[in-house]
Antibody
Framework: QLQLQESGPGLVKPSETLSLTCTVS??????????WGWIRQPPGKGLEWIGS???????YYNPSLKSRVTISVDTSKNQFSLKLSSVTAADTAVYYC???????????????WGQGTLVTVSS | DIQMTQSPSTLSASVGDRVTITCRASQSISSWLAWYQQKPGKAPKLLIYKASSLESGVPSRFSGSGSGTEFTLTISSLQPDDFATYYCQQYNSYWITFGQGTRLEIK
């Protein structure tokens, strides 16, 4: 079945750029039926959608993060990536990647999710 | 953005109880709502989509209802595996938002 796996540094310094990659296995990232999203969860808190990308490169970003976020896709590697610039301690969170249903020109729910990776912002 | 408010924030219940969690949207979202279950240290798991459609493999004791601005997730008879945190998520707009979560704990 489809699996997603996040990878990247677990520690990032303040003001630097957080970079994560999600590798999709058991299915193609180039499916017309899905977007691919990033969601984060600060320790002990709730879920925040960061942004989503289609295999063509079309993106949607959370407006509250848009100025700092870039999501890209590499269909040859079946991967998509997240870059979050100018990080602060408030960006410390578990970062999840997930597949997002897409139909009737609308992005929908997330399923399945990767296991998540904790990124700590600290000097 | 569309704000999602869940109630209660914490719910104490016993095995066998029927429980209901409410999610309210700050504006109408039709039926564009999903519910997730999250256990400590794990990723969220999809339970319900389109307000009332049960995801494949999810036990039938879970059900969802509602439309517009008010939605409910009901567990008909709590099982030990159901003690977890539950989140609602709206997808009426491209700007996806989640509720703050409801922690379901053992009484």
């Amino acid at each position: 079945q489809l699996q997603l796996q996040e990878s990247g540094p677990g520690l990032v310094k303040p003001s630097e750029t957080l970079s994560l990659t999600c590798t999709v296995s058991g299915g193609s990232i180039s499916s017309s039926s899905y977007y691919w999203g990033w969601i984060r969860q600060p320790p002990g808190k709730g879920l925040e959608w960061i942004g989503s990308i289609y295999y063509s490169g079309s993106t949607y970003y959370n407006p509250s993060l848009k100025s700092r976020v870039t999501i890209s896709v590499d269909t040859s590697k079946n991967q998509f990536s997240l870059k979050l610039s100018s990080v602060t301690a408030a960006d410390t969170a578990v970062y999840y990647c997930a597949r997002q249903e897409y139909y009737y020109d609308s992005t929908n729910w997330f399923d399945p999710w990767g296991q998540g990776t904790l990124v700590t912002v600290s000097s | 953005d569309i704000q999602m408010t869940q109630s209660p924030s914490t719910l104490s219940a016993s095995v066998g109880d029927r429980v209901t969690i409410t999610c309210r949207a700050s504006q109408s979202i039709s039926s564009w709502l999903a519910w997730y279950q999250q256990k400590p240290g794990k990723a969220p798991k999809l339970l319900i989509y389109k307000a009332s459609s049960l995801e494949s493999g999810v036990p039938s004791r879970f059900s969802g209802s509602g439309s517009g601005t008010e939605f409910t997730l009901t567990i008909s008879s709590l099982q030990p595996d159901d003690f977890a945190t539950y989140y609602c998520q709206q997808y009426n707009s491209y700007w996806i938002t989640f509720g703050q979560g409801t922690r379901l704990e053992i009484k």
